[in-house]
Every structure is written in structure tokens, then in C-alpha cells.
């Protein structure tokens, strides 16, 4: 019933609906073969428009790893010869609803327009199963694993393999459900072990809990909450954090949890922003002893939730995928200016917000322009390593699947124009195996997840530069905790000694 409400949706409303959906920019590569890309390139919008601020890390460098991926690929003789890899890639807004919308466009020409008058069945040939040309071969991402929720439910009725390099709510893993989604991240059942071991391995019991409202927030503190369960890790508090929040929201929130006194760590599988708005209720709040912090990777590595809140935020335990800095992405991406990376769109507005400057319509040699990505402040967005990754995986797929087909021509055959995605996914997407750019492992299980290798950070001040905060690594998990508790260091306010516990 719900496909056949969603088709007639689309069919009844489709020729008026699409004929404005998809005005957000979009970046476009021609190629023989388009890859969709969808990236959070703002962050949601706020008092009622639909994009916020550019996201300058998890959307603007994501968005040229693929970029730089892609480059690397069309000028590698071994993958696809004579063939030309292309880019379609569209700005999710951070929001599952634009994303969607979005993504409409990657299957445009698989839709057969016709006239809402007609019965509200909904036939199979409204939704044309067989690739049409000018339909992309898969789609990379989103990060969201609310966006990529929603996203697979479209492409699946069309067949459309979509690999995500960010997502990880254990609810993709449902391959009944999302039967065309694979990721190169693994699924956050593992990152709630991660969690509860960290927690046992200090003696604590104790905690309180906050869930941004959604899949990865809700599925994440309930994965944890069953792993807590089994190590006998009481919960004191669980709070979520709903997608109308406001600032009273999080001031009540720091309230709640301040009246559960023994319950001094806090589990967040939250957005980044519900973070960050979080530790600025808690800087509000003028709290005389810090919570100790203990975030999944909504949170991870980022500068964004701690600016402004660095002493509420130190102690924090952070986890982070583990990933290696892609060196190459950093050599290109340093590079670019906006004279000459024409080709992102988003660029210039990407430029002007990260330098609080305006760039010209007419180029000119203005202050500007002369600024520099690479002024030393750089850090490499954490999950570039997983979008190269999910690029090269589809791509590998690809070429093993043209040598199949086309026995090895050195152009497509009539066997891949269209492109049967069932067949790409099935029998080549899943079956993918190579050593990466950074030559770790890259390959699926069998439902479609990446390997699960965690980083343990801990936030705190930088040891030669006083006024400065860093996050320091001090563990990692991969199947089991390895870490130096010693090697953590908490808030001041917090008195854990060597052989004590923290009051439960
Ligand atoms: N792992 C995530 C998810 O949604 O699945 C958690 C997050 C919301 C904060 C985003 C992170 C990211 O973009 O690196 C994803």
C-alpha cells in the first residue's frame, strides 16, 4: 500500500512537481558513465528556510573527495579504458525531505510522465525498472543515515546501487529494506559496543543518555542501551532531542540531567549541531563540575560542537571511525581557488564564508582571492578516506562488470547502455575487495557494511599551547577496547583518581 500511495504521489504530482523540484545548484562532470553524489553541503536551515550555512567540512571537502577520486580514476589506464567517468552531485541541506527531492533527479528519466487524470494505480511502467540513458550508474552517499534512509527507498524501486560513506545506523542494515545500500562505514551496533566497553573498562555504571531524534540518534542509544544492559550499566536519564529543539529545549535537557547527580557521563548519539547546542546549554549553565562527555561520531573529531565551549567540552571521549589521513586529497585540495575550481559551484560561497570575505563578480587580484586554503589551519575531514573509498568501490564494480559483459572492449557495449543495476549490485557492487588509496582493506559484508575499526579521542587542552584544545588519541577498538585509561585526562573538575571510581 505504501509503494503504491508513494508511486501515485509521484505520478499524480510528478510533471507540476518536478517541474521546480531540483532548482537547488547542482554540480555537473559529464562522462560516459554519471555517478550520482549526494552531500550535506549546508547545514539545516533555521527559522524556516530549508539550507543553513555551508557545511565546510563534512559537505564542501566530501564533495571534492569525490571529485578528486573521480580524477584519479579517469586518468588510471587499468579502470574502465576509454571510458569516462562523470558526476552528478546534489546538496542534501543536511535534511532528509530536500534530499529526497533531490534525488529525484538522479531517476528523472526513468520516470514515464503521464497524465494525473489516469487511475490512481500505480502500473509498473510509471516506474521504468529498466535504466534509462541519462540515469546515473549509483549514487555516493549521503552522510545522514536519515538522508540515505529516505534516498534508498526511492532508488531501490529503480534499481539504483548507492553506497554510503558516512552513514551508520544499524537500520540500513536491513537488507530487505534496503536491498541496493551498501557503505564503507560500518554499522553503529558496533559503535555501541564501542561505547559500553569503554564505559565497563572504567568501572562505570551509571549513565545518563541523549539521542537526537531520528535513525542514527534513536537506533544508536538503543543499540547502546542493549549492550549497557549486558554489561549492567544502569541508565539514569535518557533524553532526545526532537528536530524543533531550541535553546530552552537544551537548557531544560542540562537541567535533567544535572538532578541525576551519580550520573556524571553522558552518551550522546546526536547531529553535530544538537552538539554543539548541547555545550553551549552547559557553558549557560555554569555548571560547577563537568559532565564527562562520551559522543559517538555525530560529535567525532570536529571542531564545530566544541568552538566557543572548549572548558565544558574538555575530558570529552569522542569516537571516530578510524580512518588515514588521504595525503594526495590534501595536496589537491589545498590547491584550489576559486578562479579556477569552476566546476563546484559552491565554491565561492564556500570560500567567502570560511575567509568572512567577498569575492568579486569580476575576478580581480583583491585581498580575497589572494587567501590560501593551505594557511596551516587545515585538518582533513575524518570520513575522506570512506568517500574515496565508496567512489573507487562503485567504480571497481564497473570496470569488473564491463570486463564480464563487454569482454573487455575498450568502450560500452549494448550489454551496459542501460546499465542493469541489479546485476551491478548483486554480482559486483557486494563482491568488491582491494586495498584503498591508503591501502586499507576495502570490502563488504553480507549486508553491505564496511569494516568496523574505531579511533578513542579524548578532548582536551593542548599540553604546548595552554589556551589551546586538541583531540588526542588514546585508544581504538576493533572487535575489542584497546586503551590507556591513564592515558585519558578529564575535566579538572572531575576527581577521578588512579584506583577510584566516580560516584555511581
Ligand atoms: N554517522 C552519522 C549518521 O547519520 O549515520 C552520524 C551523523 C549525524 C552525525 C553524521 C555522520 C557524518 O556525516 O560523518 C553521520
Redesign the pocket.
Known amino acids: 500500500v505504501s509503494f503504491l500511495l508513494m508511486c501515485y504521489a509521484v505520478v499524480a504530482v510528478y510533471p507540476e512537481y518536478l517541474a521546480n523540484v531540483g532548482e537547488g545548484k547542482k554540480l555537473r562532470v559529464d562522462g560516459n558513465i554519471v555517478l550520482g553524489g549526494l552531500f550535506?553541503i549546508h547545514e539545516k536551515g533555521k527559522n524556516g528556510s530549508i539550507c543553513g550555512i555551508i557545511n565546510e567540512d563534512?559537505g564542501i571537502q566530501r564533495l571534492e573527495a569525490m571529485l578528486f577520486a573521480i580524477d584519479l580514476i579517469n586518468n588510471d589506464t587499468n579502470l574502465l579504458p576509454g571510458i569516462t567517468i562523470g558526476a552528478e552531485i546534489r546538496d542534501t541541506c543536511s535534511e532528509d525531505t530536500y534530499a529526497l527531492e533531490q534525488s529525484l533527479e538522479f531517476v528523472r528519466a526513468s520516470l514515464t510522465t503521464v497524465s494525473a487524470s489516469t487511475s490512481p494505480e500505480c502500473p509498473a511502467e510509471y516506474v521504468n525498472k529498466t535504466r534509462q540513458p541519462g540515469v546515473v550508474a549509483g549514487v555516493i552517499g549521503g552522510?545522514?543515515?536519515?538522508?540515505?534512509i529516505q534516498v534508498a527507498n526511492l532508488l531501490r524501486l529503480f534499481q539504483i546501487p548507492q553506497i554510503s560513506y558516512?552513514?551508520?545506523?544499524s537500520e540500513l542494515t536491513d537488507r530487505k529494506r534496503f536491498e541496493y545500500f551498501a557503505r564503507t562505514?560500518p554499522p553503529?551496533t558496533l559503535q555501541a559496543k564501542a561505547i559500553a566497553d569503554i564505559i565497563a573498562s572504567f568501572g562505570w555504571t551509571y549513565v545518563s543518555t541523549i539521542a537526537?531524534e531520528?535513525?542514527?540518534?534513536e537506533s544508536g542509544i538503543y543499540e547502546f542501551t542493549k549492550e549497557a544492559g549486558l554489561r549492567n550499566i544502569c541508565i539514569a536519564r535518557s533524553e532526545k532531542i526532537l528536530r524543533s529543539a531550541d535553546s530552552q529545549t537544551y537548557d531544560n535537557i542540562i537541567t535533567r540531567l544535572r538532578r541525576k547527580q551519580n550520573a556524571r557521563v553522558v552518551v550522546l548519539f546526536?547531529?553535530?549541531e544538537d552538539a554543539r547546542d548541547l555545550l553551549s546549554a552547559a557553558k549557560r549553565a555554569n555548571l560547577s563540575q563537568n559532565f564527562i562527555w562520551l559522543a559517538?561520531?555525530?560529535?567525532?573529531a570536529q571542531e564545530s560542537p566544541v568552538k566557543g565551549s572548549e572548558a565544558v567540552a574538555e575530558g570529552a571521549i569522542t569516537i571516530e571511525l578510524q580512518t588515514k589521513k588521504v595525503e594526495k586529497f590534501d595536496e589537491y585540495f589545498l590547491h584550489l581557488n576559486p578562479r579556477t575550481n569552476k566546476r563546484n559551484p559552491w565554491f565561492k560561497e564556500y570560500w567567502e564564508q570560511k575567509f568572512q570575505c567577498e569575492l568579486p563578480e569580476i575576478p580581480e587580484e583583491g585581498s580575497c582571492e589572494k587567501r590560501s586554503l593551505d594557511d596551516g589551519t587545515h585538518l582533513q575531514e575524518?570520513?575522506t578516506q570512506f568517500v574515496v573509498d565508496a567512489v573507487y568501490a562503485l567504480v571497481m564494480a564497473l570496470d569488473h562488470m564491463h570486463r564480464v559483459v563487454c569482454n573487455e572492449t575498450s568502450s560500452l557495449c549494448d550489454g551496459m547502455i542501460p546499465i542493469n543495476g541489479k546485476q551491478l549490485f548483486k554480482e559486483f557492487v557486494l563482491k568488491v575487495s582491494f586495498k584503498d588509496i591508503v591501502d586499507q582493506q576495502v570490502s563488504f559484508d553480507e549486508n553491505g557494511n564496511g569494516l568496523g575499526r574505531y579511533d578513542i579521542l579524548n578532548f582536551r587542552r593542548d599540553e604546548n599551547h595552554p589556551n589551546r584544545y586538541q583531540y588526542v588519541k588514546v585508544g581504538k577498538w576493533h572487535g575489542q577496547l584497546e586503551m590507556d585509561l591513564q592515558a585519558v585526562e578529564f575535566h579538572p573538575s572531575v576527581s577521578v583518581l588512579s584506583d577510584t571510581k566516580l560516584p555511581m
Open positions: 550535506p563534512r552522510s545522514y543515515s536519515t538522508v540515505s558516512a552513514s551508520t545506523s562505514v553503529d537526537s531520528g535513525n542514527y540518534g546526536t547531529r553535530v559517538a561520531d555525530g560529535w567525532g575524518k570520513k
